[in-house]
Antibody
Framework: QVELVQSGPEVKRPGASVKVSCKTS????????VTWVRQAPGQGLELMGW????????NYPQKVQDRVTLTREISTGTVYMELTSLKSDDTAVYYC???????????WGQGTLVTVSS | EIVLTQSPGTLSVSPGERATLSCRAS???????LAWYQHRPGQPPRLLVY???IRATGIPDRFSGRGSGTDFTLTISRLEPEDFAVYYC?????????FGQGTKVEI
């Protein structure tokens, strides 16, 4: 069965960087894009970007495009999200999700809490 | 960027009642690229509907989506206790997907 398993919670200082992993299994890794979405406390869902695992093409929203980088490691079936220059409003639960053939996100990781605090 | 505006912000209903959630896009999108998700606290989002009206695998038929152009709706025909959650619409018609701000369905 399809599974996405994310790395554990992180606590970071403002200005630091964080790298969250999303290990996939149960399907052909290069067949589907993976997206990252976050939810800050009391807020809605926000796209962080997505990566075409096949050719490593990426798309980022303007709000975070200077600070976020998505990469993938084919040998382990893992996608990474790195966010730099962290600010307190980056505190959120970060989810990875696999895009289905229809385009919507039909499988999700369990979420990773990233806390940014001095 | 396509902005999705959901209404109402909060919907207060009772189990067994019908709930209708609205999602309006700032520009026309094809229903092919419109999805709805359910999000319960402490869990990842769950895909309910994609392509505007196609229920995802395992989703009960009390959930139905419809719409076209700029106006889309999700209807929950008979609310069950587990349906009380936040619901988001999402468009993926452009390379930069966007979500609505969510509708909370509460008792």
């Amino acid at each position: 069965q399809v599974e996405l398993v994310q790395s554990g919670p992180e606590v970071k200082r403002p200005g630091a960087s964080v790298k969250v992993s999303c290990k996939t299994s149960g399907y052909t890794f290069t067949d589907y894009a993976v997206t990252w979405v976050r939810q800050a406390p009391g807020q809605g869902l926000e796209l962080m970007g997505w990566i075409s695992v096949y050719n490593e093409d990426t798309n980022y929203p303007q709000k975070v495009q200077d600070r976020v980088t998505l990469t993938r490691e084919i040998s382990t079936g893992t996608v990474y999200m790195e966010l730099t220059s962290l600010k307190s409003d980056d505190t959120a639960v970060y989810y990875c999700g696999r895009r289905g053939a229809h385009g919507a996100i039909n499988y999700w990781g369990q979420g990773t809490l990233v806390t940014v605090s001095s | 960027e396509i902005v999705l505006t959901q209404s109402p912000g909060t919907l207060s209903v009772s189990p067994g009642e019908r709930a209708t959630l609205s999602c309006r896009a700032s520009q026309r999108i094809s229903a092919t690229f419109l999805a709805w998700y359910q999000h319960r606290p402490g869990q990842p989002p769950r895909l309910l509907v994609y392509g505007g009206s196609i229920r995802a695998t395992g989703i009960p038929d009390r959930f139905s989506g419809r719409g076209s152009g700029t106006d889309f709706t999700l209807t929950i025909s008979r609310l069950e206790p587990e349906d009380f959650a936040v619901y988001y619409c999402q468009q993926y018609s452009t390379s930069l997907w966007t979500f609505g701000q969510g509708t909370k369905v509460e008792i």
